[in-house]
């Protein structure tokens, strides 16, 4: 275990990549006298951001609520629908057939229509960011819930559990990680649904910034808006990342990290 | 420790049953068959088993030979095709309480610490746990894991694993235990170790034991009975009385009585073509 294999030398690795990239960026945009129209150095974007950070960040913060509403809705209703289709053969039937079937659907074909529905708010963009998360989701929370071992039921069963006891104590906890998983995809999902919903009508958000520099070739913005994308999204990845860690510290992927290796 | 033990023949229900009072377990004319696309396969077939109120019996047979099928038919976890299962006189419809129940895999609940899994009977009853919990101290300290009650299953080795799920077994001190084939994922000197541990309990607290093996050593081992199994369809063959001083150590297995039961059961085997004789 050298030093770049090392916690602090992993972030150290990526830290530096991303300066010789914007390094290399920055030198060739003034090597090759690319036109900022096109191109922007990265110190140009940078000082925008860094000028206005107020504007910047209300900005930030309406996507990122927009995001953060559409992922809560989903998880709570996903669960629910999971729960359902997992007990009830008719739910499975009806309401799995209509998931898959909507989910074929490109979401920004729909996006129109809920602008006409809720109006140019963030209800739309919550709606959307909600509507394209909320299918990995209930897809990994059905293949949690029903992973629990055989021989797991007939203890519950033994025991005389109800079907609530079985579920909440037993089947949801085994499921969580699964769950996570569809969360993490989830999670980038709404953020994209976000951003669709501000490209087709809205007054604020990193989608209208970049939708409103567009035309009058504001690439500097552009760029800054997307920075901040790139920053907002692996933060919220991460965030959902830090929450498996708590949440489900005995999960097999972890059980390398500190735990004691079991000798028989 | 005095709790554990508990006495078969005062604990018969209302001493009106006194004539079936040594009989805890009757099944009679048992059938089980699966129903599949292939077609029926007969997983038992005319079972007929009385298992005494205290006795420790084994359920012994090759794989596919239903001897699961059997356990799980007196935990009440199957619907059985014809026949009856009678525990104290009374048919089981649903999963009878006063009955723990012990599986190969340990399914223990990584999320809860080894003192909250022995406790999941007691939750699943709604019982206060508080009161439970010097019982669930007391047993792990039977098994010697006491100073493991608040890790977790995922930082134990699979042989205390299994301990934690016979404590979880016993929790609720039923008079009845159903163990299926619980050391059959263990390698052999941990396995030995169980046996020696499990014996060493039945011997201090005469529980009605129900143990289901593939391997004719452990059976003869642990058990006042075997019942050997055949397959195709899963049948009983034989009943055998295991007349072994008790309490059993594990150098019990080179005398030459053990021995014989041993060759015994292996030519039961060898006569239903189930092993082959070498040269």
Redesign the interface.
Known sequence: MGFWSSKKGRVLNVVLVLIGFCLIWEAAVHVFAIKAFLLPPPSKVITDIVSQPLWYGMHTLVTLKETALGFALAVLVGLIMAIGIVFSRFVEQTLYTFLVAMNSIPKVAIAPLFIVWFGAGIEPKIAIAFLIAVFPIVIDTVLGLRSVEPDMLDLARSMRGSAMQTLWKIRFPTALPSMFAGMKVGISFAFIGSIVGEFVASQAGLGFVIDSAQPTFDTTRIFAAILLLAVVGTALFYVIELAERTFIPWHVSRRREGAPAPSH | MSELVRDPVTEAPNGASDAVSDVYVRISGLDKTYHSERGDVEALKAIDLDIRGGEFISILGPSGCGKSTLL?CI???EDLTAGAVDIRGRPVT??P?D?G?V???D?L???RSVLDNVL??I???RLKTRNWREKALELLHLFELEAFADR????????MRQRVAICRGLIRDPALLLMDEPFGA??AI?RDELNLELERIWERTHKTIVFITHSIPEAVFLSSRVVVMSRNPGRIVEVLDIELDRPRALDIRETPAFTKYVRHIRETFEGLGIMKRGR
């Open positions: 799980k935990a009440g976890l649903a999963p309480l009955t129940i599986f190969q895999r399914v609940l990584d999320w999941l009977p939750e699943f009853a977790f299953p995922w930082e134990l080795s699979g042989g263990l390698d941990t």
